[in-house]
């Protein structure tokens, strides 16, 4: 157990009522461009850009190493995404022409497509077992295109979604938060670091040098909170290799840039144009709030993004109900 983490004692669900609601098997819904007022206006994207939100609060001016809360449910998820890692080990990449979208990735996602309940049903207690059909989608939905082979921030999203539904039915609770982000959406980004360069898969819907990042959007949304008055990190350090390899392991943001400098060649300002600009923000404060502008734009309102994202019980199409 890494230093900041505090094991709490497990968590008792007998006195959490059976779940009555009518759990559904999440579809999409966004088919035309039009359609896209309707993702705005509904109750999915509100919980979902809530949920980011709330997230990003909760571990602004945080290290990873911040001693937190590790619950039950938290470890379980762990165990989750470690069993997804472990298939890739015994997966390995198949001899094959091209050199990009390796088809031993298709071979790894059945066998997770196949199991995505059984693992689903290790975290959500017995009495909400009804939802497991339902959460287990956002599941499959987070690791990529089996038949493009491809990763991008609608997969993530599906993750986020994934998260926000195991909230919504109570597994996670609010004093979970800060592990949310620290320890199972870190957990993630590791397992789809390996899937990303194990198999070489393509970014799904990359604008090259224009985008933020090939793969990920969040952990730069998560990490620029945790940097928010650093008393020595400002944004201008997260392009000086130095101040990345001495402060990664602590920062999500810095994590996120170390990679792209492991996996991209050349000068950091050409290969990632928009990161290299953002350098230039006078504070953290004003870097994150940029970001979720951003995220909003380049990828909750995108069509190409949002037509594959899927609607159930958990997260509705209907529009927001005030009550």
């Known amino acids: 157990m890494a230093e900041g983490e505090r094991r709490s004692q497990p968590d008792s669900s007998e006195d959490i009522p059976p779940a009555t609601q009518n759990f559904i098997i999440p579809k999409k819904e966004i088919h035309t461009v039009p359609d896209m007022g309707k993702w705005k206006r509904s109750q999915a994207y509100a919980d979902y850009i809530g949920f980011i939100l709330t997230l990003n609060e909760g571990v602004k001016g945080k290290k990873l190493s911040f001693e937190y809360r590790v ?60 939802a497991v059909p339902e959460v287990a989608v956002y599941l499959k939905e987070s690791v990529g295109n089996s038949t493009r082979i491809d990763y991008g921030t609608g997969h993530e999203a599906a993750f986020a979604a994934f998260l926000c539904c195991l909230c919504k039915i109570g597994v996670l609770r609010v004093d979970d938060q800060i592990a949310i982000v620290f320890k199972v959406f870190n957990r ?102 940029g970001l979720i502008r951003m995220y909003k734009a380049e990828c909750l309102e995108k069509f190409p993004v949002i037509q594959h994202f899927k609607f159930g019980s958990l997260l509705p199409i209907h529009p927001v109900t005030s009550c």
Not at 83 to 92: A, F, G, M, N, S
Not at 94 to 103: A, L, M
Not at 215 to 238: A, V
Not at 264 to 281: C, D, M, R, Y
């Open 71 to 130: 619950s039950e449910a938290i470890e379980k998820l762990v165990a989750l995404l470690n069993t997804l890692d472990r298939w890739i080990d015994e997966t390995p990449p198949v001899d094959q022409p091209s050199r990009f979208g390796n088809k031993a990735y298709r071979t790894w996602y059945a066998k997770l497509d196949e199991e995505a309940e059984n693992l689903v049903a290790t975290v959500v207690p017995t009495h909400l077992a009804a």
């Open 188 to 289: 993630y980004l590791e397992v789809m670091r390996k899937l990303q360069k194990t198999y070489r898969m393509e970014p799904a819907g990359s604008q090259g040098v224009w985008g933020l990042d090939d793969f990920q959007f969040l952990p730069f949304i998560w990490g620029s909170s945790q940097l928010i008055d650093h008393p020595c990190l400002e944004p201008r350090h997260f392009v000086d290799e130095k101040a990345v390899n001495e402060s990664h392991k602590d920062y999500m943001f810095l994590e996120c840039v170390l990679f792209i400098t492991e996996m991209k060649t050349g000068p950091f300002a050409e290969h990632s144009n928009q990161l290299w600009n953002i350098s230039a923000v006078p504070s953290w404060s004003k870097v994150n709030q």
